[in-house]
Structures are given as C-alpha cells and as structure tokens.
C-alpha cells in the first residue's frame, strides 16, 4: 500500500481558514501542503519590525510595506513572508492577498526556518515569478 498526501488548492486552504480550523495556529500553504510556522521569536519579531519601519521611512508611500501577512501565488502557495513590498493598490487587498505582479520583493528572516526559506521557499518564489528575494 502506498500513502497519497492531499494537496490543497488555494480555494480549499481558503475554505478551512474561513471555517477556523486553524484559529490557534499560525500556518501557510506551500506548493498544495499546510505547514504549521513555529511561534516567532523575540529576535526575529525585533528585526522584522525594525527593517519593516526602515523601508517604510526611506520608501515612502511608492510601495506597502507587509509585515507577516500572506501572499497568494499560482503554484497552490500561500505563503507569509516576513516583509512583503508590494504595490501601493489600497483596498484591492482586501478582495485578495497580493500576486506576484503586485510584489516588487520579499525578505524572510531566519534561522529556526533556513533551510525551508533558502530552498523551498525560494523554489516557490522563483517558480511564481518572484526575481527579488
């Protein structure tokens, strides 16, 4: 017998979020798999918060500045990065997360998540499109 995984689609990871399924957790799809992120900590929500208040100081309003708030790409991911600089489009965030035309670049912080964030990670940035990260 061999064991098949269920890949989620992005309308069904959708689907379950909206549900609250995962309301005690914080989780991110990658390439159809939900993954449970480990609980941020002191270091990284430090640095995540100064670089974000950084970029926001010298950019400006030219982009929006994103701290941990999802992505939706084509290849069944919805990943959260650290810090997402995205296209300034105001409310069209709220009728969905930003797609790789919208995002200029991302940056993870990591060391808990290194290995996951310089190959998996970057594996589904590049497939999406993403050439800065």
């Known amino acids: ?17 909206a549900a609250g399924l995962f309301d005690n957790e914080s989780v991110e799809l990658l390439s159809g798999d939900i993954i449970v992120m480990p609980p941020e900590g002191k270091t990284h ?7 974000g208040d950084y970029l926001r100081a010298i950019l400006g309003a030219k982009v929006k ?25 105001g409310t069209i965030y709220l009728e969905h997360h930003p797609y790789p035309e919208d995002i200029f670049w991302l940056i993870e912080f990591s ?3 290194l290995s996951k964030d310089l190959n998996e ?13």
């Open 1 to 17: 017998m061999s064991v098949t995984t269920y890949k989620w689609t992005i309308e069904r990871y959708h689907q379950v979020i």
């Open 111 to 113: 060391l808990v998540t």
């Open 121 to 133: 990670k970057k594996a589904i940035y590049s497939e999406a499109g993403i050439a800065e990260y």
């Open 45 to 51: 929500a430090y640095y995540n918060s100064e670089v």
């Open 65 to 89: 500045i994103r701290e941990a708030h999802p992505i939706t790409l084509p290849n069944n991911s919805e990943p959260i990065p650290d810090l997402a600089i995205v296209k300034p489009l």
